[in-house]
């Protein structure tokens, strides 16, 4: 599995789409047979207490992608801070099982693993 990280707007998709992906195969924020599954932050927001039931899924694909979240002011509300905590948790599960780790700025990609 691949996993691409970044900023929001820090080019993902247009790197995926060297890699060959076109959209048709990134699913946003849903695991379906789409080999891509992008904005997992999304999906991980929608239920932060069990966000880590998504895991096993999210292996099984050829390309996750998510946003880092956890970088700059920290979030004011407990659960703006409790998806953040999640997501991240979620991340790092995500970049110890992939094959290959790229992070994305500014839309420079760079390989921290593989």
Not at 77 to 98: F, K, M, N, V, Y
């Amino acid at each position: 599995m691949l996993f691409v990280t970044g900023g929001a707007s820090s080019g993902k998709r247009a790197y995926l789409k060297t890699l060959g992906y076109a959209d048709e195969d990134m699913a946003d924020a849903v695991i379906d047979a789409r080999p891509v599954v992008y904005n997992v932050q999304a999906m991980a927001a929608r239920d932060p207490e069990n966000c880590m039931e998504l895991l096993e899924a999210l292996l099984q694909k050829e390309v996750v992608v998510c946003d880092e979240v956890g970088g700059g002011v920290i979030p004011a509300t407990p659960r703006e801070r409790a998806i953040r905590e999640q997501t991240g948790r979620l991340s790092i599960l995500l970049a110890q099982s992939a094959q290959r780790v790229v992070r994305l700025v500014c839309g420079v990609p760079t390989v921290l693993k593989g």
